[in-house]
C-alpha cells in the first residue's frame, strides 16, 4: 500500500472516523464507489484495486484528474503560489474574470490548491453563481506543496475513474459486487451548522431524500454501503429502516474554537454490509 494521506483539507473529513469505517467495511468487494469524494480520506485509507470516484464538484474533479494524469505539471505550477492576503484574494477573484475560461487545467487545479491551503478553515464554498467566496485563512506557515505526498496520491489514483457528476449518475453501473461509501453534505444540526453551499445549486432535503431513495434502490439490489451524516432528527427518520448507529467525531473545523471537540455522527450500513 502507498503511504499518502488526503491532500485537501476538507469539512467533514473522515480521517479521525476511519477506524469506524472500516469495521463496517465488506472484506472482499469488486469496485468501491465514493460518490461523495471530497477529500477522500476513506479512499487513501483503504486504497481498493479499482474504485470509482465522483463528485458534482467541477473544480474539485478536474484537481483529482490533473494529480491522476500529470502531477509534476501540477507540482511545477504550485510553487509560483506564496502565503500572503493581497495575494489570496487576487487568485481567488480569478474566477470572475473572462480569462479564467482560458486557463488550463493544470492552472486551475493549482489554483484550488493553494486557496484550499490558505482559505479559513479550508472550506469550499461559492455563491449563486458558483464563485469561490471564503474569505482568508490566518495561519503561522500553510504548506501550500507537499509534492511528496502529492506524487504518492497520484500513484494511488492510477486505477481510478474519477466522474464529475451527481451521486444519481452511478446508479447504473454499480453491482452486487461492489461496495460504495455515501459521504454527502449533512444535514444541519442547527441554521449556524450549514455547510450545503458546496455547488451553486446546494445540497437541500430533497436531495437528501433522493439519497435515501438510492439507498433503499441499491439495498433491494443486495449492494452492500456505509452512509454517514450528522445525527439530526431528520437522519434517524428517512434511515429507519436501515441499521445506524451512534460514533464520536472530533470536529475541527469550526469558526469558534471553544466549539470544537466531540460530536455525534451516524453511520448507517444495510443488512447486506459488514464483516464477511
Not at 141 to 155: F, G, T, V, Y
Amino acid at each position: 500500500m502507498i503511504e499518502c494521506k488526503p491532500f485537501l483539507k476538507w469539512v467533514g473529513g473522515k480521517r479521525k472516523l476511519l477506524p469506524e469505517l472500516e469495521k463496517r467495511t465488506p472484506q472482499d468487494y469488486s469496485t468501491y464507489y465514493e460518490p461523495f469524494m471530497g477529500g477522500a480520506a476513506f479512499f487513501w485509507h483503504l486504497q481498493p484495486s479499482k474504485a470509482i470516484l465522483a463528485d458534482i464538484n467541477l473544480e474539485l474533479v478536474n484537481t483529482y484528474r490533473c494529480l491522476q494524469q500529470d502531477v509534476e505539471a501540477l507540482i511545477a505550477d504550485l510553487q509560483q503560489h506564496y502565503y500572503n492576503q493581497e495575494y489570496y484574494y487576487q487568485i481567488r477573484n480569478c474566477d470572475r474574470l473572462k480569462e479564467y475560461a482560458t486557463w488550463t487545467n493544470i492552472q486551475k487545479a493549482s489554483r484550488f490548491i493553494f486557496l484550499n491551503k490558505t482559505c479559513f478553515n479550508g472550506l469550499y464554498r461559492v455563491n449563486s453563481k458558483g464563485q469561490y467566496n471564503v474569505p482568508f485563512g490566518k495561519y503561522k506557515n500553510p504548506k501550500i506543496l507537499d509534492a511528496a505526498n502529492l506524487r504518492a496520491c497520484s500513484q494511488a489514483l492510477q486505477n481510478t475513474e474519477i466522474i464529475w457528476g451527481s451521486f444519481l449518475d452511478l446508479e447504473s453501473k454499480i453491482t452486487p459486487q461492489d461496495f460504495v461509501y455515501f459521504d454527502p453534505p449533512y444535514i444541519p444540526l442547527n441554521a449556524t451548522s450549514n455547510f450545503t453551499s458546496y455547488s451553486s445549486q446546494g445540497f437541500d432535503t430533497l436531495m437528501q431524500i433522493e439519497l435515501r431513495d438510492l439507498c433503499n434502490r441499491l439495498n433491494q439490489r443486495g449492494i452492500r454501503f456505509i452512509l454517514s451524516n450528522s445525527a439530526a432528527p431528520l437522519v434517524f427518520e428517512l434511515y429507519s429502516e436501515f441499521k445506524i448507529e451512534l460514533v464520536d467525531m472530533a470536529r475541527s473545523i469550526n469558526s469558534k474554537g471553544d466549539k470544537r471537540g466531540k460530536i455525534k455522527e451516524v453511520l448507517i450500513t444495510n443488512d447486506h454490509s459488514g464483516i464477511l
